[in-house]
């Protein structure tokens, strides 16, 4: 009943979460929990989905834009809520 472009925001999440895994592995130098995962499945198969999703007719560049956006805003939105989240805790335990 939903238009599948907007199936690329579920796709999108999945690809920029192991992205972001990938990253902390790298920056960190070592392993992560959700790292195998993210080289596995995430990465792999959500690009799968990309390209499938996007052969659909009509799904067109406003759908990437809209997916990738939203994708990234609720990554940054975390992010935020974590690091917030630990300097309370630190403030607290001192």
């Known amino acids: 009943f939903v238009d599948i472009g907007f199936g690329l925001i579920a796709l999108w999440l999945t690809v920029i979460n192991a992205i972001a895994?990938?990253?902390?592995?790298?920056?960190?130098?070592?392993?992560?929990?959700?790292?195998?995962?993210?080289?596995?499945?995430?990465?792999?198969?959500?690009i799968w989905g990309i390209v499938v999703v996007s052969a659909v007719p009509g799904v067109g560049a406003g759908y990437q834009i809209l997916g990738l956006a939203l994708a990234i805003l609720t990554h940054v939105a975390i992010a935020v809520h974590v690091f917030r989240r630990a300097r309370m805790l630190k403030g607290t335990s001192g």
């Open 21 to 46: 895994h990938i990253a902390a592995a790298g920056r960190f130098r070592g392993y992560n929990p959700g790292l195998v995962t993210a080289v596995i499945l995430f990465l792999p198969f959500g």
